[in-house]
Antibody
C-alpha cells in the first residue's frame, strides 16, 4: 500500500534552515510528482511547490522563491524540502503529498506531517 | 491569501444535509478539475472528491461534488458526528502556475 512517511518534529531558531524528508513506499517513486503543503497553527493549507522525482525539476510558489529547495534521492525513494532563513511565521505543519495527475489537481496520498517550530 | 473562497463554517443536525461552496475564477476552477479534502482534527488532509465529482474508493456516496463555471460545491448528506472536520477545495491555477486551496470550511454537527 502507498505510504508517505515524514521525518520528525523540528525546533529551529530564527534565521536557521530546516530540511524535512518524505519517504515513499508502495509505488514507483519516479512516476508521480511530489508536492509540499504547509499549515500554520489554526490556518488553512498553503501550497509551497512540487518536484518531479523523475527529472528533479521543480516549481515553487512565488512566496517561497529563493528560500525553498526541493530535492529527491531516487535510490531511497525520498523527497526533501529545505526551507532557509526561517522566521517565526514559518512555524507550521509541513506535509508532502503525492500528485496523481502531474497537474497539481489531485493529492491522493499525504504524509503524516512534520511540525516545524521556529522560536528563539 | 487564498484565491479560492469558502464559507468559514456550516452546521446542521445529524442526518441533515450541508453544502460547501468554493468560489474561484477562470484561471483556476473555470478551467481545471476541482478536488475536495477532509481534514479531521489533528490529522493530514484526506482526498474526498476528485475531478469535480468522483469519489475515491472507500468514500461513501453521502459525499458528492459538482462544478458550474467558476464555482464548485461539496455536498454531505446524512450528516454524522464523524463528519465534523475542516473541508478544503483545491485545484490548479494556470495564471499563478500553482496549486491553490480554498480558505477552508469547518463543518459542525449540532
Amino acid at each position: 500500500q502507498v505510504q508517505l512517511v515524514q521525518s520528525g518534529a523540528e525546533v529551529k531558531k530564527p534565521g536557521a534552515s530546516v530540511k524535512v524528508s518524505c519517504k515513499a513506499s508502495g509505488y514507483t517513486f519516479t512516476g508521480y510528482y511530489m508536492h509540499w503543503v504547509r499549515q500554520a497553527p489554526g490556518q488553512g493549507l498553503e501550497w509551497m511547490g512540487r518536484i518531479n522525482p523523475n527529472s528533479g525539476g521543480t516549481n515553487y510558489a512565488q512566496k517561497f522563491q529563493g528560500r525553498v529547495t526541493m530535492t529527491r534521492d531516487t535510490s531511497i525513494s525520498t523527497a526533501y524540502m529545505e526551507l532557509s532563513r526561517l522566521r517565526s511565521d514559518d512555524t507550521a505543519v509541513y506535509y508532502c503529498a503525492r500528485d496523481l495527475t502531474a497537474a497539481g489537481l489531485l493529492f491522493d496520498y499525504w504524509g503524516q506531517g512534520t511540525l516545524v517550530t521556529v522560536s528563539s | 491569501q487564498s484565491v479560492l473562497t469558502q464559507p468559514p463554517s456550516v452546521s446542521a443536525a445529524p442526518g441533515q444535509k450541508v453544502t460547501i461552496s468554493c468560489s474561484g475564477s477562470s484561471s483556476n476552477i473555470g478551467n481545471n478539475y476541482v478536488s475536495w479534502y477532509q481534514q479531521l482534527p489533528g490529522t493530514a488532509p484526506k482526498l474526498l472528491i476528485y475531478d469535480n465529482n468522483k469519489r475515491p474508493s472507500g468514500i461513501p456516496d453521502r459525499f458528492s461534488g459538482s462544478k458550474s463555471g467558476t464555482s464548485a460545491t461539496l455536498g454531505i448528506t446524512g450528516l454524522q458526528t464523524g463528519d465534523e472536520a475542516d473541508y478544503y477545495c483545491g485545484t490548479w491555477d494556470s495564471s499563478l502556475s500553482a496549486s491553490v486551496f480554498g480558505t477552508g470550511t469547518k463543518v459542525t454537527v449540532l
